[in-house]
């Protein structure tokens, strides 16, 4: 005896079928639609999992609120900071940057000094050690390093090294290494990109700083944590009167504090990237969604007619179309949860290994499931509405006759087209094309849509060496910079070029100011440069100036932000140099690339301070067999307080990008093509479906199964050629979309979108095109004529 | 509705349909084409009624109204007591589904479907059927049910819309050309199954034809012309499906 099963409804049944009929094209769908679930749950997924790794580390390690630097201060004022309303804490430190000299690496390597209190850890900006103990109150030469530069240059505790500390040479011992939620995103003094093996972060006890630094009962740095509903702004403001008669440069919270900034930037990429992309995506799914099922509503007119006729009603057959569509979405969101969970894993995985997280906290949000799931089954139902509603109001007894053959009337194009004579079958494509002006339409821009989405995802690249180009080889062209922990006079240029393999040396001030027009303030960084600089340069787009003698030239989103236009003045706090601000004009605008920066001459720099000529850092090229001899000269020489290696900088820079780029690249040409794809093979199963009975008659009529092909691959070719220019212009709107919202302060990207990427894009996307239509191309030549014509239709 | 009006048998005699001044025009541009002009009919329960007629003397167009598929532009039907011609949308839907079985020329079988399943496509919602296969059964397919349209000739899913259309145990059949399509030995099978049906379930039937040789087998034959009923004769014998001259 069979037991009988549980029976699926009979039109259920005929949904799937149709479903597993139409598999090739659901899935032709279900791609594009997963592009955009997954990158949807991707981003969402990586910025939570950012944010909240961050949270929770910031919130278990003590992270503080505000920060602030002064030269030098007495260690009593800390006191006096902890009695400000709303200040919970205060650790008051001594933190300089340093030069290290690490054996068997001649290029000397930066680091920044950080004190740890007399007793016991810190309280605030704790530390997670990872490997070894604190150091002996008592020892002076016992440290911590930061793990990820332990790890670059394989130490383990018990390791020697040896640093340049307030001028003197001393071998340190690293007993332990740490992280810290203060150095998530670790950066050099100058550089671009974290580079763990030239840049280290040091702790060591208290009363060694102090005796390095001449720091005896005094702090130069102060992190402050705020009490729950305490007003930052008001503190920032007390801590600032406190700290001015100390050369204080301004306290801040946590938007101006590196790392943190970083990680904003990082997860506001991520969130935008959540709102750019992957509605591209689901408009593409509804229109692909629109075109099918338009078609087979047309197709199944007569079986619409026959459920009608047997009593099923406007409902049942509207919810049959809804649930095909359903289901077309169900597997495209299947496919993108999936795909776009464990994308988001892994990338999230990366990010925590590259950012220094001592722990992940990975948990997808229901909301961000919920919301992927949500647009893909929107994005459906939107395509499949029109369809299933003409299905639903489909009268009876029409939908049993037969629709009327479609009107082809002869307008002026034809007159002009059998002007030139045209073949027959490229007559077909014409005509097809002008008949149905709508469909062509989104046919064309569902190509341009893919098309646009290579340009605008190869721009990142493009406009990445564009950075780079302007970053160095235009504008920072020498091999090292160093410079000196306060300015000095300008003798100290024939110095450095008197040392062992300087082809060149010239003087440059780096300041830190502090700009406000109005009610605006903001900071930024003053580029002081000598008549004629070569080796640092102002740039105007790509091409190199010179700022004027008076007045200082701006990047242009630090004016916007200032809202200055040039000729007006604005305030300049030299911060640490000048009590009282100095009025300071504008003389022009140039676009920013790494940063807010004020340029001005050296002598126009010394005026405005009314001092004798003077310098912060000397940029050097080297003698190709001189690099050796140099460094081992600059480890030794006391006055250096950072060395900044542009190569290195570059290299970790490129490497950092190379990385980044590889992975994304290639995820984007496979959105891409996704989306060409999903657009031709859809496109031309529909075709075939609506002409097969042409074709075959064609074929009957003893046209060869190219000639008759060429009708279908003619109509796509000619669709998707229309699309690239379209696409191109799509694509570059989307990139300049992109440039400005991924623009932080910390780097413009500049709109730069080199042809070769307007021609990849087309390529790709007419590949996609052209082989998805072979695809189709094959089922012609398996038309079995006589069956074909013996269908009704 | 009470349920005797979707008893599978009714009591022959009765007035199964009853039209008033029925009217149809299809306006189409500055065309205005009178399908239906005025007619008065009234058929009967348990009768198989047969109607003729020129192409595109309203034969369809009718057929269509009593199934509850088409609105009248004027005049007034009556099924039994109901009368279509005061339903809505949605009453006429539901009119089809528990009261009319339709078959049409060209079989309207979902491709997709198997015999079996494209007869549960109306037992499913149907408020009292028979199973799909004691269906197609009737019809002489039993052995056929798992197999698709595409595997069958064009009599064989004639006959499974027959039997799709009688497995909901309809109060009236409505067949449109049912024979159009098919060569004479089959569409003599066809007949023979619509007989059987007729005969066997006394349910009130309506075949469209073009072949004057099938109205020897109706009670009933009405023509029609140029949107009206011409003539109407009552058969005093009925002959059997398989003697008719095609
Ligand atoms: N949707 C429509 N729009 C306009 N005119 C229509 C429409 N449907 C039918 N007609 C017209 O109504 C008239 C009657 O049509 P109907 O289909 O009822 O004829 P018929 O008797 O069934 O013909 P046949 O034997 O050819 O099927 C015809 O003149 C036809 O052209
Ligand atoms: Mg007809």
């Known amino acids: ?793 | 509705m009470d349920d005797s009006s979707r008893m599978w048998a009714d009591a022959p005699g009765a007035v199964a349909f009853r039209t008033e001044a029925l009217c149809k025009v299809y306006e189409t541009g500055p065309v205005r084409v009178v399908a239906l002009d005025n007619v008065d009919l009234t058929l009967r329960m348990g009768e198989l009624t047969v109607l003729l007629g020129a192409s595109g003397s309203g034969k369809s167009t009718l057929l269509n109204i009593l199934g509850g598929l088409d609105h009248a532009s004027s005049g007034r039907v009556w099924y039994r007591e109901l009368e279509l011609t005061a339903l809505g949308d949605r009453a006429l839907t539901r009119y089809r589904r528990d009261h009319v079985g339709f078959v049409f020329q060209f079989y309207n079988l979902v491709p997709s479907l198997t015999a079996r399943e494209n007869v549960r496509l109306v037992t499913d919602i149907a408020p009292d059927p028979m199973p799909a296969e004691e269906a197609l059964g009737l019809v002489g397919l039993g052995a056929r049910m798992d197999h698709f349209p595409a595997q069958l000739s064009g009599g064989e899913q004639q006959r499974v819309a027959i039997a799709r259309a009688v497995a909901k145990r309809p109060g009236v059949l409505l067949c449109d050309e049912p024979t159009g399509a098919l060569d004479s030995r089959t569409g003599v099978q066809v007949l023979e199954v619509l007989d059987r049906v007729n005969r066997e379930t006394g349910t009130t039937t309506v075949v469209i034809t073009h072949n004057a040789g099938i109205r020897a087998m109706a009670h009933r034959v009405l023509r029609f012309a140029d949107g009206r009923l011409a003539s109407e004769e009552v058969n005093a014998t009925r002959v059997a499906p398989s003697e008719i001259v095609w």
């Open chain 1, 1 to 793: 005896m069979v037991i009988p099963r549980p029976q699926l409804r009979a039109l259920d049944l005929k949904l799937l079928r149709d479903l597993r009929r139409l598999w090739a094209q659901v899935l032709a769908i279900a791609a594009v639609l997963g592009c955009g679930v997954a990158v949807l749950l991707m981003s969402l997924g990586m910025s939570d999992a950012l944010d909240r790794s961050r949270a929770a580390y910031y919130e278990r390690e003590a992270f503080a609120q505000v920060f602030a630097r002064a030269t030098r201060a007495p260690l009593g004022l800390a006191g006096e900071l902890r009695a400000i309303p709303g200040v919970r804490d205060v650790e008051a430190r001594v933190s300089r940057f340093v030069l290290l000299d690490l054996p068997g690496r001649v290029r000397p390597a930066t680091a920044q000094v950080v004190s740890l209190p007399d007793a016991g850890p810190p309280r605030l900006n704790r530390l997670v050690l990872r490997s070894g103990r604190w150091p002996e109150p008592g020892r002076w030469d016992e440290v911590i390093v930061d793990a990820p530069f332990a790890a670059a240059q394989g130490y383990r505790p018990g390791d020697r090294f040896a640093a340049n500390l307030g001028g003197a040479r001393r071998e340190l011992t690293v007993v332990g290494t740490a992280l810290s939620p203060e150095f998530v995103y670790t950066i050099g003094p100058g550089a671009m990109m974290p580079d763990p093996s030239g840049h280290a972060v040091i702790w060591m006890p208290r009363r060694a700083a102090e005796a390095a630094f001449d720091m005896t009962g005094a702090f130069d740095d102060a992190v402050i944590a705020l009490r729950r509903g305490a007003d930052e702004a008001s503190v920032i403001a007390a801590i600032d009167r406190l700290l001015a008669p100390y050369g204080a440069t301004g306290a801040h919270g946590r938007d101006r504090q590196i790392s943190h900034a970083f990680l904003d930037s990082e997860i506001e990429t991520l969130r935008v990237m959540a709102w750019i992309l992957p509605p591209v995506f689901l408009l593409i799914t509804a229109f692909l969604v629109n075109m099918v099922m338009a078609r087979i509503v047309a197709l199944e007119r007569a079986e619409i007619g026959l459920l009608k006729a047997a009593g099923y009603s406007n409902g049942a057959v509207l919810s049959h179309y809804l649930l095909l569509a359903g289901l077309i979405a169900s597997v495209g969101i299947a496919l993108g949860l999936t795909v776009g969970g464990v994308l988001a894993r892994e990338m999230a995985g990366l990010y925590a290994r590259f950012y220094n997280f001592p722990e992940l906290i990975f948990s997808m949000s229901w909301t961000a499931w919920a919301l992927g799931a949500l647009a893909g089954f929107a994005a459906a139902g939107l395509g499949a509405t029109r369809a299933a509603l003409g299905a639903a109001r489909l009268p009876p007894a029409v939908a049993m006759a037969p629709p009327s053959p479609p009107r082809f009337a002869r307008g002026a194009v034809d007159r002009l087209l059998s002007a030139v004579r045209l073949p027959q079958t490229d007559m077909m494509i014409l005509r097809s094309v002008l008949r149905w002006p709508l469909r062509a339409g989104t046919a064309v821009l569902g190509y341009a849509l893919g098309t646009a989405i290579l340009v605008s995802s190869s721009f990142f690249s493009d406009s990445l060496d564009g950075i780079m180009e302007r970053a160095f080889d235009l504008s920072n062209r020498a091999d090292v910079v160093l410079s000196f922990p306060r300015d000095l006079p300008v003798d100290v240029i024939a110095a450095v070029r008197d040392l062992p393999g300087v082809l060149q040396a010239e003087g440059h001030v780096y300041a830190a100011v502090r700009l406000s027009h109005g009610h605006l303030t903001e900071d930024a960084t003053i580029q002081a440069l000598p008549p004629g600089s070569d080796l640092t340069r102002m740039l105007d787009g790509t091409r190199p100036a010179a700022p004027p003698d008076a007045g200082a030239v701006l990047t242009d989103r630090l004016a916007a932000r200032l809202g200055v236009r040039p000729g007006e003045v604005l305030r300049a706090e030299l911060v640490g140099l000048r009590r009282d601000p100095v009025a300071l004009r504008v003389a022009g605008l140039v676009p920013e690339v790494m940063g807010a920066t004020a340029y001005m001459t050296l002598s126009g720099y010394d005026r405005l301070l009314g001092r004798p000529p003077k310098i912060s850092s000397v940029a050097v090229t080297l003698r190709a067999d001189g690099e050796a001899a140099f460094h081992r000269a600059v480890k030794a020489a006391p006055a250096v307080g950072g060395a900044l290696l542009l190569a290195d900088n570059r290299r970790a820079f490129e490497s950092t990008i190379a990385q980044n780029m590889t992975v994304m690249a290639t995820v984007y040409v496979v959105l891409g093509s996704a989306i060409a794809i999903g657009v031709a093979y859809n496109g031309a199963r529909i075709q075939l479906s609506e002409r097969a009975r042409e074709l075959a008659s064609l074929r009957i009529l003893g046209l060869t199964r190219w000639e008759v092909s060429w009708v279908l691959v003619g109509e796509v070719l000619l669709l998707a050629l229309l699309a690239q220019p379209l696409g191109w212009a799509l694509g570059y709107g989307i990139a300049a979309l992109m440039a400005d919202r991924f623009s932080s302060e910390f780097y413009t990207l500049p709109l730069v979108v080199e042809p070769a990427t307007f021609a990849f894009a087309s390529l790709v996307s007419l590949g996609a095109s052209v082989a998805s239509v072979m695809l189709v191309r094959r089922r012609i030549d398996r038309l079995d004529l006589v069956a074909v014509m013996k269908t009704r239709e």
